[in-house]
């Protein structure tokens, strides 16, 4: 089953319009002729300059986050509508930064990803273990939670990417091995087969997030289960093109 692998950027609370814009015009050159799709996550505000910056180029801006109401007195949130009217084609959603600072939960993840899905975008779903967990050789028990919650009443989970992104690796520096990420994946994967059919989650995207860099991308992308990566902190700089290019 062909997968089109998919590398996204999640540039978080770093750049500006300024600063960001100039990443994306000397990136673009680099990343013409990648084999997988291409995506930059960036805070709302920024949307605008990016969409501009990127033009013409095969650079998709995609949200960090996004409310599940369409409108309403929901102060310093944003809706659908908005992010449609730039374009928009992905949104980040329930990231474990989300989770753990602005009180996430999966069921706040579960109507983010279905109202993601309702405005015809593309929900970057994410869910991973803590360090406590994976030591208390709890991570298939926490991933098959999330998961079960985070989906319940999503019509076609083909539609979703889900981002496994173990906790514990997220801009530390420390990378879950190949194995690890691979045999982790491939579980996420099962269990996506059971919540629905197996022949959907053959299908499914799932990046591995926590770490990735212009070092160990291709061990990671060379596994059978890893569809690309969410990266965060190689995504502020040039080395998201050799991650992009990870198979040149
Ligand atoms: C992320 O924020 O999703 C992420 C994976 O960050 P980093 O690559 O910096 O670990």
Redesign the pocket.
Known sequence: MERKPFIAG?W?MNMTAESGAKLIKELAPLVKDADCDVALCVPAILIPAMTEAAKGTNIAIGAENMHWEPKGAYTGEISADMLKEYGVKYVIIG?S?RRQYFGETDETVNKRTKAVLAAGMTPIM?IGETLEQREGGITEEVLSKQLGTDLAGVEDVTKVVI?Y?PVW????GRTATDEQAQETIAFIRKKIGELFCPKCAEKVIIQY????NAGNCKGLMAQPDIDGG?????SLKLDFATIVNYNK
């Open positions: 999640n978080k990231h930064e994410c981002a992104e690796a997220i801009g530390t997030g926590g770490s990735m969410l990266i965060g902190g190689a």
